[in-house]
């Protein structure tokens, strides 16, 4: 059984395997991280990477071998890791166009959120079939991967597909998590609101705002409205203000 300790030899380059590791097994690296790792850092055999895997396990790796589209590794120490924080975090995000979900989900990741429920809204301009739903929830969790790597957490966030509003809602009716809606003009605050114990589901609109019949359902719900004073505040500033 390995011992998991703090090194200070952790490399500054980490990568997301997207499998289950164990320490002294081979690892195997293709693609673009392979090229990532030989042409652009163009690192050499017994060069050190840190690689963390999708149970938020953290390893540091020693390179065997570097080929064209292969990187031949070997798993030598467990890390200890401590970048989550003991809040656990959900931001339901109201789809918004362009790049501002992307970066929403980057800068929350970064934050330590612990899910992004992204969800369609009445007046979400953004419109997602089947098949483009699927292709946003794998490039959002591509940025959240990034942003991991980046950051040092060692645990992606939970991304979800996207939903409507109602539909998410439903999951909420009689829960014990503390959930608040950022709404302009409420009369709540951040600073009156009880401290969560340990969950917290904070809810945000897309541009347009929130229909009347989606506060409403909202408050059903239990989302507690909640402002940030005189100021509007775009959609992905609003969500990483609340966090």
């Given at each position: 059984?390995?011992?998991?300790?703090?090194?200070?030899?952790?490399?500054?380059?980490?990568?997301?395997?997207?499998?289950?590791?164990?320490?002294?097994?081979?690892?195997?690296?293709?693609?673009?991280?392979?090229k990532?790792?030989?042409?652009?850092?163009?690192?050499?055999?017994?060069?050190?990477?840190?690689?963390?895997?999708?149970?938020?396990?953290?390893?540091?790796?020693?390179?065997?071998?570097?080929r064209?589209?292969?990187?031949?590794?070997?798993?030598?120490?467990?890390?200890?890791?401590?970048?989550?924080?003991?809040l656990?975090?959900?931001?339901?995000?109201?789809?918004?166009?362009?790049?501002?979900?992307?970066?929403?989900?980057?800068?929350?990741?970064?934050?330590?959120?612990?899910?992004?429920?992204?969800?369609?809204?009445?007046?979400?301009?953004?419109?997602?079939?089947?098949?483009?739903?699927?292709?946003?929830?794998?490039?959002?969790?591509?940025?959240?991967?990034?942003?991991?790597?980046?950051s040092?957490?060692?645990?992606?966030?939970?991304?979800?597909?996207p939903?409507?509003?109602?539909?998410?809602?439903?999951?909420y009716?009689?829960?014990?998590?503390?959930?608040?809606?950022?709404?302009?003009?409420?009369?709540?605050?951040?600073?009156?609101?009880?401290?969560?114990?340990?969950?917290?589901?904070?809810?945000?609109?897309?541009?347009?705002?929130?229909?009347?019949?989606?506060?409403?359902?909202?408050?059903?719900?239990?989302?507690?409205?909640?402002?940030f004073?005189?100021?509007?505040?775009?959609?992905?500033?609003?969500?990483?203000?609340?966090i």
């Amino acid at each position: 059984m390995s011992t998991i300790r703090m090194t200070q030899l952790m490399s500054k380059t980490r990568l997301f395997v997207d499998e289950t590791l164990d320490v002294d097994s081979p690892l195997s690296l293709h693609g673009d991280q392979a090229k990532y790792l030989g042409r652009v850092l163009r690192l050499r055999p017994d060069d050190r990477i840190t690689v963390f895997d999708v149970s938020g396990d953290e390893y540091l790796a020693t390179i065997k071998t570097i080929r064209k589209d292969t990187v031949e590794a070997c798993l030598v120490e467990r890390l200890a890791t401590n970048a989550e924080s003991p809040l656990q975090v959900t931001l339901i995000q109201g789809i918004s166009r362009g790049d501002r979900m992307d970066f929403a989900v980057q800068k929350a990741t970064e934050l330590g959120v612990t899910r992004i429920c992204p969800v369609l809204t009445e007046y979400s301009v953004v419109k997602l079939d089947g098949k483009r739903a699927e292709k946003k929830k794998t490039h959002w969790r591509n940025i959240a991967i990034s942003a991991c790597e980046q950051s040092g957490r060692s645990r992606l966030p939970q991304i979800d597909a996207p939903r409507s509003l109602g539909d998410l809602l439903a999951e909420y009716h009689n829960a014990s998590t503390t959930r608040i809606v950022l709404q302009p003009g409420a009369g709540g605050s951040m600073r009156n609101l009880e401290l969560p114990n340990d969950e917290i589901a904070i809810l945000v609109g897309p541009e347009g705002g929130f229909s009347d019949t989606e506060v409403d359902n909202a408050a059903v719900a239990g989302f507690a409205p909640i402002g940030f004073g005189p100021r509007i505040l775009r959609t992905e500033t609003a969500a990483l203000a609340a966090i």
